[in-house]
C-alpha cells in the first residue's frame, strides 16, 4: 500500500487506544501502520488483554510475516471423488463469538499472497463459513513500505477493506510510559534532555536504528549489568543496539554515575539529603530519576507509597522542570495518601492536580506498570 497516509490519519498512543475500544465495539477491522519498533504490538496486546479480562475472551497473534498463508485461508483437498473442499486450519477452532485476531507484520507477504485475508477483512468469513459467528474482531499491523525492512507494504485491495491509521506516539508519550514503567534511569535521563533520539528517522540501510523498541531492551541490558556496572560495559550496550552517534553522546551520563546521591540516604531523610550540582541540567534529571527507578524496583515488602512521598518531598528542593519530569511516576500506583497531601500543598505551581489524576487513571489501565 502506497503510503499516502495524511497527518489526518496519524494516531498516538491515547488515539490508538481510543480506536481500538471503538473498533471492539463495531467489529470493524483495522490496519495501523508504523515505522519499525514503535511499540504498537505491545499496546494492543495490553490493551485487549485487559478489556477482556474476566469475559471469558481471548487475544489471539499470529505473526503472519513468517507463517504460511494456509496456517490462515486454509488448503484444498479432495472431499469425494470429483470434489474438492476447504479445510478449514486448526486456528480457527479456538476462536469464539468476542475474540480478538491480532495479524501482525502483515508487510511481509507478497501483495498476492495478502489476499487470502480479504475476505476475512471484510465480512469476517473463510469461504463463506463465519468465524465466531462474525463477532470477531481483526487487528492489523504492519510497517510502512517507506521503511523497508523487508516490507512489500500493504495491498491497496486490504486497504480499501479496513479502517487505515499510522501510529507515531509523540515523544511525551513515550517518556511517560518509561516513566510508569521503571525505564532504568540512565536511559530516562538521556531521552528527557535529548528528545531527538527517541525515535529519529529510520535509516534502512543502517543496522542499529534509534527506537522505543531499541531503548527498552538497552533498559532491561543496563538493569542486567548490576548496580556498579563497568563503564565500558554500559557504552558497548548502548552502541549494540544504537548508532555510535547516540553511544558517544551517552557517556557523559554513564560518567555522572558517581556523582548521584545514594536513593536510602534521599529516603532516610529527604529534607536535608544531599543534593547534586543544581546547575547541571543533565546531574538534576539523573538523580531524581535515578530514586524513582531505584525504588520502582523494590522487592516485595517494601512500603514503595511511602518512599515516593520522600522522593517527593526530595524533588521539592529542585527546580520545577526537574520535578515535571517524576510526575508520571509518581501518579503511578500506589499513590499514597502522604504523596496526594503533598502535592495539594504545593498550591498548584507544576501542573493541576486534578487533571494529573484523571490523566493517571486513562494511562493505567493502558499502559504496563511493570507489576
Same mark, same amino acid.
Given at each position: 500500500?502506497? /503510503? ?36 504498537? *504490538? ?20 499470529? /505473526? ?37 485476531v491480532i495479524f501482525d507484520e502483515l508487510d511481509k507477504k507478497r501483495h498476492d499472497q495478502q489476499n487470502v485475508y480479504l475476505e476475512l477483512s471484510q465480512t469476517g468469513t473463510l469461504d463463506g463459513n463465519y468465524i465466531g459467528e462474525g463477532q470477531v474482531l481483526y487487528i492489523f499491523l504492519a ?29 511525551? &508519550? ?62 558497548? *550496550? ?8 547516540? =553511544? ?24 536535608? =539529603? ?22 520502582? =524496583? ?11 512521598? =520522600? ?34 500543598? &504545593?498550591?498548584?505551581?507544576? *501542573?493541576?492536580?486534578? &487533571? ?16
Amino acid at each position: 500500500m502506497a /503510503n499516502d497516509i495524511c497527518a489526518k490519519n496519524i494516531v498516538g498512543v491515547s488515539g490508538f487506544i481510543r480506536d481500538l475500544k471503538v473498533a471492539y465495539a463495531t467489529k470493524k477491522c483495522r490496519l495501523y501502520e508504523s515505522k519499525p519498533g514503535q511499540g504498537k *504490538t505491545t499496546i494492543a496486546k495490553q490493551f485487549f488483554k485487559q478489556l477482556l479480562a474476566g469475559t471469558g475472551n481471548t487475544v489471539h497473534y499470529m /505473526n503472519v510475516g513468517i507463517k504460511p498463508e494456509e496456517m490462515i485461508g486454509g488448503i484444498i483437498m479432495p472431499s469425494q471423488p470429483g470434489r474438492c473442499s476447504l479445510q478449514i486450519p486448526e486456528f480457527w477452532d479456538k476462536v469464539k463469538p468476542g475474540d480478538v485476531v491480532i495479524f501482525d507484520e502483515l508487510d511481509k507477504k507478497r501483495h498476492d499472497q495478502q489476499n487470502v485475508y480479504l475476505e476475512l477483512s471484510q465480512t469476517g468469513t473463510l469461504d463463506g463459513n463465519y468465524i465466531g459467528e462474525g463477532q470477531v474482531l481483526y487487528i492489523f499491523l504492519a510497517n510502512r513500505s517507506t521503511d523497508r525492512g523487508g516490507s512489500y507494504g500493504v495491498s491497496p485491495l486490504i486497504g480499501n477493506r479496513v479502517g487505515v491509521r499510522e501510529f507515531r506516539p509523540a515523544d511525551s &508519550e513515550v517518556l511517560d510510559y518509561m516513566a510508569e514503567k521503571g525505564t532504568h534511569y540512565l536511559v530516562q535521563t538521556y531521552l528527557r534532555t535529548h528528545p531527538g533520539s527517541i525515535n529519529p528517522e529510520y535509516i534502512t540501510t543502517r543496522l542499529r536504528n534509534s527506537t522505543s523498541r531499541s531503548w527498552e531492551e538497552c533498559s532491561d541490558d543496563l538493569y542486567a549489568l548490576g548496580e556498579n556496572p563497568n563503564f565500558q560495559d554500559v557504552i558497548v *550496550t548502548v552502541a549494540s543496539r544504537h548508532p555510535d552517534s547516540v =553511544a558517544q553522546d551517552f557517556e557523559m551520563y554513564a560518567e555522572m554515575g558517581h556523582k548521584l546521591i545514594p536513593v536510602e540516604e534521599v529516603l532516610a531523610n529527604p529534607k536535608k =539529603a544531599r543534593v547534586p550540582d543544581k546547575n547541571d541540567r543533565a546531574l538534576g534529571y539523573l538523580q531524581l530519576i535515578m530514586c524513582c527507578s531505584k525504588v520502582q =524496583a523494590f522487592e516485595p515488602g517494601r512500603d514503595r507509597g511511602k518512599a515516593k512521598a =520522600a522522593i517527593w518531598e526530595y524533588s521539592k528542593r529542585f527546580s520545577a522542570e526537574f520535578r515535571s519530569a517524576i510526575m508520571p511516576y509518581m501518579l503511578a500506583s500506589p499513590l499514597p495518601s502522604e504523596l496526594i497531601g503533598s502535592m495539594e500543598g &504545593e498550591g498548584n505551581k507544576t *501542573t493541576d492536580l486534578k &487533571e494529573l489524576i484523571e490523566w493517571k487513571q486513562t494511562r493505567e489501565r493502558i499502559l504496563n506498570e511493570g507489576k
